[in-house]
């Protein structure tokens, strides 16, 4: 069964820094690795999405990497702005054979604060 | 596209009433997906749909729940009886052929 696991569980920068979000995942056989963003009180709103031939995404600000060798997915995001201030999770998406469906396994997020 | 839309986005009922929790997926999406997310366990999938049928409902933590496609733009989540433990936003989810998931608003639920 994948799991898909977050740290740190929150992070806490000063406006303008950049920084990197981590996720790590348990099953190389991935379809593709999607980060979604999540404001309080608010439903996902997705970010990136890297399909498992791809090693990277880029929109605006943002850089998500894939390396399934090792299992793992990183969001960048550089000149941090507190409207960043959100929680980030990533989910991977794993094929179950038979009848060609999909399932998403969500990590447990990370919560980020970007101090003015 | 208006997007995934889902209703009530607020649902406070007693213990023991039915709640039932309204999806609209995006016109030409083949797959729907019902989560639930709560502080302690985070998102879990409950059940998926692909083509109005039913793939995997291993997540759905008791016979207490039910859901529905009865055509590819609606589908129902219900709980009956419902209990206090139930208490969480229940997200739905559409996606065409697993290619990037797009989430509804959520309902929030409060069984008291």
């Known amino acids: ?116 | 596209d208006a997007g995934v839309i889902q209703s009530p986005r607020h649902e406070v009922t007693e213990m023991g009433q039915e709640v039932t929790l309204r999806c609209k997926p995006i016109s030409g999406h083949d797959y729907l997906f019902w989560y639930r997310q709560t502080m302690m366990r985070g998102l879990e999938l409950l059940i998926y749909f692909n083509n109005n049928v039913p793939i995997d409902d291993s997540g759905m933590p008791e016979d207490r729940f039910s859901a529905k496609m009865p055509n590819a733009s609606f589908s129902t989540l219900k709980i009956q009886p419902s209990e206090p433990r139930d208490s969480a936003v229940y997200f739905c989810a559409s996606s065409s052929r697993g290619y990037g998931y797009t989430f509804g608003s959520g309902t929030r639920l409060t069984v008291v």
């Open chain 1, 1 to 116: 069964k994948q799991e898909v696991t977050q740290i740190p569980a929150a992070l806490s920068v000063p406006e303008g820094e950049n920084l990197v979000l981590n996720c790590s995942f348990t099953d190389s056989a991935i379809y593709n690795l999607q980060w979604f963003r999540q404001d309080p009180g608010k439903g996902l709103t997705s970010l990136l999405l890297i399909q498992s031939s791809q090693r990277e995404q880029t929109s605006g600000r943002l850089n998500a990497s894939l390396d399934k060798s090792s299992g793992r997915s990183t969001l960048y995001i550089a000149a941090s702005q507190p409207g960043d201030s959100a929680t980030y999770l990533c989910a991977g998406h794993v094929v179950r054979s038979g009848a060609g469906s999909y399932q998403l396994t969500f990590g447990k997020g990370t919560k980020l604060s970007v101090i003015p």
